[in-house]
């Protein structure tokens, strides 16, 4: 598709499809952005907010008319979703998803489908913040962020076209790249991470003192916690839906966690420092990644 | 002491005792700031930064018109800075240290000098920042900050409230607590974070494809990355220093993650949701305390 999509449906609008629709509509890159939804309130809300042109409850209000649907429910609800808007979905739309995993999605796809269609383009912008909902969503989210396409053996040429030129119109560049390796890449840099979070904060949370623990909170245990007040059921998601890079990701690190607590048991000094100055030159070389 | 001191000498002049030093001088809390160190440059530079009134590489010409002599030292240091320092120290000056650990130094100073003196108030200032050198020092750094004391049984009281009025006039609320106590909070607050942040750096800096893992570092992996900035000896020396108490807190950590690994592995949706929502509950309730 060379030109511009006329219809471009939202399914579910909260931060990450609501930044989506503003950025959209911010940059004139579809003819109408609408949502669909569970919720005429949220919808409505969506639609004040300036996420969206029109909304309706009804697939066939907006799915059917949709050159493009873009998939923004949390992945435990993507079968069931997919399930009832199937029947308004036209055949040659284009079809994609936000999802911090693409493995899962791309199962539960091809189980509504009974096969992989050829406008299907798995997604997943890496951006967001620890907030959620529509009223957390603004245009330039995605300026400047990497959004991850892993187009399947059947998705078509077009389709990944189409999905490239919507995000680039958001402002992010776009790579695309397999689904395993997506999941393995984003098991070791986000999913793993958030494990490591999710569990400080909750053991901590539990010792008999934690009161007190968490007014000493100034020194690195702060930059845990802003993790920890990710979205849990979406992090639920998350683990179920990459279990296997996750487990994978947490072995080795768990392996690792070992090691290091065998240099400190054994009070191996030159080991400890070669592994902290190994961390820190890895860092120091790539501040500018780490850096907006 | 019910007076301010005449002459407080900071031994060792970095980023902990030189913004010390430039908070107590714009207080006017001292009579004199001295400095003494091993590298006369080193110390000019804080002179000239205003961080200490002068110097001496030489202990009786600083150390031996002290008060209060405050230990700045990296924990690998004490024990031979002290013996150091030692002759030239006067009988009844207030010593203090500013280390992420209690039990180590207070073991070296006993060792030292053979008893521990009742002059000595171990402290730790819980604030910092990733940069090292009194270069990086500023004023402001104590503001609202809290320093933790840890009088032994030998520590005399006047001793105690000559530090606590040091670091209140540098800005800082004061606790005391015992040294377990402290190493314990410590071990759990900031050392085992830093260890989780340095073996997830390490790990990732270790795999083949870590050029490409390091571009996709925005999804939480960042916020690792910055505790993985500090300094390797300083942390060498602090799982040196407090290993007991970061073993115990490690060995826990590393149980829950079994147990969390356990869960995934299971596809224990709400054991996952669980756990994710007790921290994310916990951070939320805590906000206040981790924001600045």
Redo the contacts between chains.
């Keep these: 598709m060379d030109s511009q999509p006329r219809s471009i449906c939202l399914v579910g609008v909260g931060l990450i499809t609501g930044s989506l629709g503003l950025a959209l509509r911010a940059a004139g890159a579809a003819g109408e952005v609408t949502g669909f939804g569970r919720d005429p309130r949220r919808l409505e809300k969506a639609r004040a907010l300036g996420a969206i042109d029109r909304f309706s409850t009804d697939p066939h209000q907006v799915v059917a008319q949709a050159d493009v649907v873009v998939l923004g429910v949390p992945l435990g609800a993507v079968a069931p979703v997919l399930a009832h808007l199937a029947p308004a979905l036209p055949a040659d739309a284009v079809l994609t998803d936000v999802g911090s995993a693409k493995g899962c999605v791309v199962a539960d796809v091809e189980r509504v489908f009974g096969g992989l269609p050829d406008g299907f383009v798995p997604g997943h912008p890496?951006?967001g913040t620890e907030h959620s909902g529509v009223e957390a969503a603004f245009a330039s989210l995605y300026q400047n962020?990497?959004v991850?396409l892993t187009p399947t053996r059947a998705t078509r040429p077009g389709a990944t076209e189409t999905i490239t030129a919507m995000w680039q119109a958001a402002g992010a560049t776009v790579t695309t790249m397999s689904v395993a390796h997506h999941d393995r890449?984003?098991a070791?840099?986000?999913?793993?991470?958030?494990?490591?979070?999710?569990?400080?904060?909750?053991?901590?949370?539990?010792?008999p003192?934690?009161e007190?623990?968490?007014?000493?909170?100034?020194?690195?245990?702060?930059?845990?916690?802003?993790?920890?007040?990710?979205?849990?059921?979406m992090?639920?998601d998350v683990?179920?839906g990459n279990?296997e890079a996750?487990?994978s990701a947490?072995?080795?690190?768990?392996r690792?966690?070992?090691e290091?607590?065998r240099?400190?048991?054994s009070?191996d000094?030159a080991g400890?420092?070669s592994?902290?100055?190994?961390?820190?030159?890895?860092?120091?070389a790539?501040r500018h990644?780490?850096e907006d």
């Design positions: 890496i951006a962020r990497r991850l890449m984003l070791m840099t986000s999913h793993l991470p958030h494990m490591l979070a999710f569990g400080l904060v909750d053991m901590l949370s539990r010792a003192d934690h007190e623990i968490l007014d000493y909170a100034a020194g690195g245990f702060r930059d845990f916690t802003r993790i920890a007040s990710s979205d849990p059921v992090w639920r683990c179920l279990r996750i487990l947490l072995g080795d690190y768990q690792d966690l070992t290091l607590a240099l400190i048991e009070a000094a400890l420092e592994v902290f100055a190994s961390a820190k030159a890895t860092r120091d790539n990644r780490f």
